[in-house]
């Protein structure tokens, strides 16, 4: 077993989450409680790096699990052209592990400001940000000391999908989400799927993904980079076939992330096309089998057992963190201090 801390918190992810469930739910529930009375028309997401990716995921699981439009916030608007918002009859969620950067806690005040009802999704329940918002989701996943966040990424989205199972009333998610450590150390035992011969002597990748895939793509790729120093760009693979499919001609390798659910037909479909282009493909997915070649195939068995589809992504996510640090390891790279990073970025 791998040492590193990136590692042994990526491990964790699975604990982290059933404490986490267990002890937010009262408190999730008197925040839905509230949303339900508000009403609001808009959900606008606040936060940087894995944090801003959390809030993608976000934007897929509200939109389509309440029908409630998602934005992202442009932190610039505050924070350089000094510009205030009106979000009457909006909630805003503002995503962040430390609590502390300046232009998340300017952007957070602005949004209430501006008439919006504020919830932080905070690691650290002592922060600024903390103190700032009208309600507070605990991530409760830990110090986390690697630069390379894993534990708080997956901890936030399940608290995001705890609050959309209450607020919606969705039994059916509420229940699933129950079973989502168990599968989640599931995981961590499983057998690799992505490898280091498939991304060894690689500068330059694509990740593709629909719907979910994608929202999860856009952290694949930034891991990608942090972790390994490969230039990697997400894409939905709806789009990818819009022009920069055009890629592929140069023998472009591609990580595909094989989602369970309503997506997978049509993602299936492209993958196939790209695959028939010539790119070198492989494949993350919630269950056990991987292939690494010019066709893929994939297990359902954890959709068949019942988990809901809206978890699938976290146990995609789960089995790439640890693979990408065995992949570090092999490589002679640090997985815990990528050069040039600091786990607080303190951006104004």
Request: charged letters at 20%; aromatic letters at 4%.
């Amino acid at each position: 077993m791998n040492s590193s801390v990136m590692a042994t918190e990526a491990r964790e992810a699975p604990l982290v989450i059933q404490h986490q469930l267990s002890s937010n739910d009262d408190n999730v529930k008197r925040i839905a409680d509230k949303l339900r009375s508000i009403n609001p028309q808009l959900i606008y997401i606040i936060g940087r790096g894995s944090s801003d990716h959390a809030g993608v995921f976000g934007k897929y699981l509200f939109e389509t699990e309440l029908g409630i439009p998602v934005c992202s916030a442009a932190l610039s608007i505050a924070g350089v052209f000094n510009k205030q918002l009106n979000l009457n009859n909006a909630v805003a969620f503002v995503i962040s592990q430390s609590g502390r950067s300046p232009d998340i806690l300017r952007q957070a005040e602005s949004a209430k400001k501006g008439g919006a009802f504020t919830i932080a999704i905070v690691n650290d329940e002592t922060s600024p940000l903390a103190h700032l918002v009208d309600a507070v989701i605990p991530i409760s996943a830990g110090e986390e000391k690697a630069v390379a966040a894993t534990k708080s990424y997956l901890a936030t989205l399940s608290a995001l999908l705890h609050l959309c199972g209450h607020w919606g009333k969705n039994d059916e998610l509420l229940s699933s989400l129950q079973q989502l450590p168990a599968s989640l150390d599931s995981v961590v035992s499983a057998p690799m799927q992505l490898t280091t011969e498939f991304l060894r002597a690689t500068r330059n990748t694509i990740i593709l993904g629909r719907g979910f895939g994608y929202a999860i793509g856009r952290e694949v790729a930034l891991k990608l980079k942090e972790v390994l120093g490969i230039h990697a760009e997400a894409f939905s693979s709806a789009e990818f076939i819009h022009g920069p499919v055009t890629l592929v001609e140069q023998q472009l390798k591609v990580i595909s992330l094989l989602v369970n659910d309503e997506s997978e037909a049509l993602h299936r479909a492209i993958i196939g096309d790209v695959i028939g282009r010539g790119a070198q493909c492989t494949e993350i997915n919630a269950g056990s089998a991987i292939t690494t070649a010019r066709a893929i195939t994939t297990a359902r068995a954890i959709t068949d057992s019942g988990l809901h589809p809206r978890l699938l992504p976290l146990l995609i996510m789960q089995r790439f963190y640890l693979d990408i640090e065995h992949i570090a390891v092999e490589m002679g790279l640090n997985p815990d201090t990528p050069p040039g990073l600091n786990k607080v970025t303190k951006t104004q």
